[in-house]
């Protein structure tokens, strides 16, 4: 029996239908059916080859060479086929073999060419392996002869090979279509903002995600014009709270003393730390006052409030803003 050894060292039997299936994929790449009488000749060719030369193992390069000779003498573009397929994975091995090399480097050594990266993190040795993955596969189908030998020669460098195969670069990314009417990222549906400060959080969301998906510059152009809708939303919802609290102020009985409550509990620009700061703060307008009071004070203050501003959802509330502070004023 005859056994034919492969790459790995491993042996198996000869099988003539394995030729047959090979030539057939080579044949096909030229857009070419053999007969039955061209598939026989190829098979006798490469059988006989075996018998006359009475050989019981063959290794698979000498398989190779057989069955190439064999379809010269049949179908020379064929056999064209057939050997640059077998350059291609050859040219593989030894692309896959550079992107060892350079991982073994990543992994025991570091990477110093992107100083933007550290390469001491686990994550980035996963990235940098993969861009040296990235950056065969251009050299391979994207640049051609000329090219590459200008870049080994030192005439010319291509920035950032490794991203531009499946990428862009240098983005002007038109969040505001984005943001138009809510979207979906990352499985999750996101509504368009009301207001200043959701928008600026939902547009940190979309930019991490976006500029994770390309490389180089990434611009959010003009951003006041884009969040201009937002402001005015925000102005005019604050305008009416502000409102709502001075109504409250000089309308209820205890007015005075919710307004102050109010006004250090939510509304004051210094943050204050805690309930005893924030009761420190009230001495000079309540007198005596304990934290059960504070905290009884605080509830019915809020309620107060929420009376003011009460019955409206956050689409009616747009609706009502508009109808104190029309666009046109």
Same mark, same amino acid.
Request: charged share 25%.
């Given at each position: 029996?005859?056994?034919?050894?492969?790459?790995?060292?491993?042996?198996?039997?000869?099988?003539?239908?394995?030729?047959?299936?090979?030539?057939?994929?080579?044949?096909?790449?030229?857009?070419? *059916?053999?007969? +039955?009488?061209? $598939?026989? !000749?190829?098979?006798?060719? @490469?059988?006989?080859?075996? &018998? =006359?030369?009475?050989?019981?193992?063959?290794?698979?390069?000498?398989?190779? *060479?057989?069955? +190439?000779?064999? $379809?010269? !003498?049949?179908?020379?573009? @064929?056999?064209?086929?057939? &050997? =640059?397929?077998?350059?291609?994975?050859?040219?593989?091995?030894?692309?896959?073999?550079?992107?060892?090399?350079?991982?073994? !480097?990543?992994?025991?050594?570091?990477?110093?060419?992107?100083?933007?990266?550290?390469?001491?993190?686990?994550?980035?040795?996963?990235?940098?392996?993969?861009?040296?993955?990235?950056?065969?596969?251009?050299?391979?189908?994207?640049?051609?002869?000329?090219?590459?030998?200008?870049?080994?020669?030192?005439?010319?460098?291509?920035?950032?090979?490794?991203?531009?195969?499946?990428?862009?670069?240098?983005?002007?990314?038109?969040?505001?279509?984005?943001?138009?009417?809510?979207?979906?990222?990352?499985?999750?549906?996101?509504?368009?903002?009301?207001?200043?400060?959701?928008?600026?959080?939902?547009?940190?969301?979309?930019?991490?995600?976006?500029?994770?998906?390309?490389?180089?510059?990434?611009?959010?152009?003009?951003?006041?014009?884009?969040?201009?809708?937002?402001?005015?939303?925000?102005?005019?919802?604050?305008?009416?709270?502000?409102?709502?609290?001075?109504?409250?102020?000089?309308?209820?009985?205890?007015?005075?003393?919710?307004?102050?409550?109010?006004?250090?509990?939510?509304?004051?620009?210094?943050?204050?730390?805690?309930?005893?700061?924030?009761?420190?703060?009230?001495?000079?307008?309540?007198?005596?006052?304990?934290?059960?009071?504070?905290?009884?004070?605080?509830?019915?203050?809020?309620?107060?409030?929420?009376?003011?501003?009460?019955?409206?959802?956050?689409?009616?509330?747009?609706?009502?803003?508009?109808?104190?502070?029309?666009?046109?004023?």
């Amino acid at each position: 029996m005859v056994r034919v050894v492969k790459k790995d060292h491993t042996k198996e039997p000869f099988n003539i239908q394995k030729v047959v299936i090979a030539v057939n994929k080579s044949a096909n790449r030229v857009l070419y *059916n053999f007969t +039955e009488d061209e $598939l026989k !000749s190829i098979c006798n060719h @490469v059988e006989g080859y075996i &018998r =006359d030369h009475h050989m019981t193992e063959i290794q698979i390069w000498q398989m190779h *060479n057989i069955v +190439e000779s064999a $379809l010269e !003498s049949v179908r020379p573009e @064929v056999a064209k086929s057939y &050997r =640059d397929y077998r350059n291609y994975k050859q040219d593989f091995v030894g692309m896959l073999d550079s992107v060892y090399q350079k991982s073994q !480097s990543i992994m025991y050594i570091g990477d110093k060419e992107n100083s933007n990266t550290d390469s001491a993190l686990v994550s980035t040795k996963r990235s940098l392996i993969f861009n040296q993955l990235n950056k065969e596969l251009y050299q391979k189908f994207f640049m051609n002869t000329e090219e590459l030998q200008a870049c080994r020669d030192g005439y010319i460098y291509v920035h950032d090979m490794s991203a531009r195969r499946d990428t862009m670069n240098c983005c002007l990314f038109d969040v505001a279509s984005v943001l138009k009417d809510g979207f979906e990222m990352g499985n999750l549906w996101y509504n368009e903002p009301k207001t200043l400060n959701v928008a600026f959080d939902v547009i940190g969301d979309i930019v991490l995600s976006a500029a994770s998906q390309q490389y180089g510059g990434f611009t959010v152009p003009s951003v006041d014009l884009l969040l201009e809708p937002y402001a005015e939303r925000s102005y005019k919802m604050l305008t009416l709270l502000e409102n709502s609290v001075n109504l409250l102020r000089t309308h209820h009985q205890s007015g005075e003393v919710y307004y102050w409550i109010l006004y250090y509990s939510f509304l004051s620009p210094q943050k204050l730390k805690n309930v005893e700061e924030i009761i420190e703060a009230l001495h000079p307008h309540i007198r005596d006052i304990s934290f059960s009071t504070y905290y009884r004070l605080r509830k019915a203050a809020v309620e107060a409030l929420s009376s003011v501003l009460w019955g409206f959802s956050a689409q009616d509330t747009l609706k009502t803003l508009d109808c104190f502070f029309p666009p046109d004023v």
